[in-house]
């Protein structure tokens, strides 16, 4: 595991509480019931009660089924690769992954660059990416990404909010995560 995921583990974990029952189910660490079966079942191993889920497996839990996943590993730059990870804990990867190349399509459109929006990472996405950031589209990516993401809460918000309305604050918060990061970079 690297520096870049410890950071983006850090800053997301930040956002996720202990033990609860939400629309997910049962939930600890930001980790469903069911994810953590699926995570058990690729590791065979015998199944973990999430309620007693540690920091060191749901670690390793995002690391595998997240941030390896989404190809965060190849992203240059760790605050993109930490945005795109904590999309992916919150909206699934291939939810993020839609997010990231939307964003970058809407950030390189002068260069004449389109980008397939189908939730797969794979070179063209991550070379998109690094090259969003290499020609000075950091902010604007980061931006875009969390507007996306943002759009994407608010349909829920919209489809059934007696459901989702709850979660309001927590998303807000989300998605107004990188203008912080950001001022790391300024």
């Known amino acids: 595991m690297t520096s870049n995921f410890e950071y983006a583990l850090a800053l997301t974990l930040g956002f996720e509480g202990g033990f609860t029952v939400d629309t997910g189910g049962p939930t600890n660490l930001g980790v469903t019931q069911d994810t953590l079966d699926r995570w058990c079942r690729l590791k065979n191993i015998p199944r ?7 920091v060191p497996i749901a670690k390793q839990v995002y690391f595998d089924l997240y941030w390896t996943v989404a190809g965060c590993d190849k992203i240059e ?6 945005e795109l990870f904590e999309s992916c804990v919150n909206c699934g990867p291939g939810r993020a992954i839609i997010f990231a190349q ?22 063209v996405t991550i070379g998109a990416l690094n090259k969003a950031v290499r020609d000075g589209h950091f902010r604007s990516l980061v931006c875009y990404m969390n507007v996306v993401q943002g759009g994407f809460y608010l349909s829920l918000v919209r489809q059934d909010s007696a459901k989702f309305g709850k979660y309001v604050n927590g998303w807000y918060k989300r998605v107004c995560l990188m203008p912080d990061v950001m001022k790391e970079v300024a």
């Open 102 to 123: 939307e964003a970058v399509n809407a950030v390189l459109a002068h260069d004449g660059l389109r980008i397939s929006e189908d939730g797969q990472i794979g070179p």
């Open 48 to 54: 973990l009660d999430v309620r007693d889920l540690t």
């Open 77 to 82: 730059n760790k605050f993109i690769a930490a």
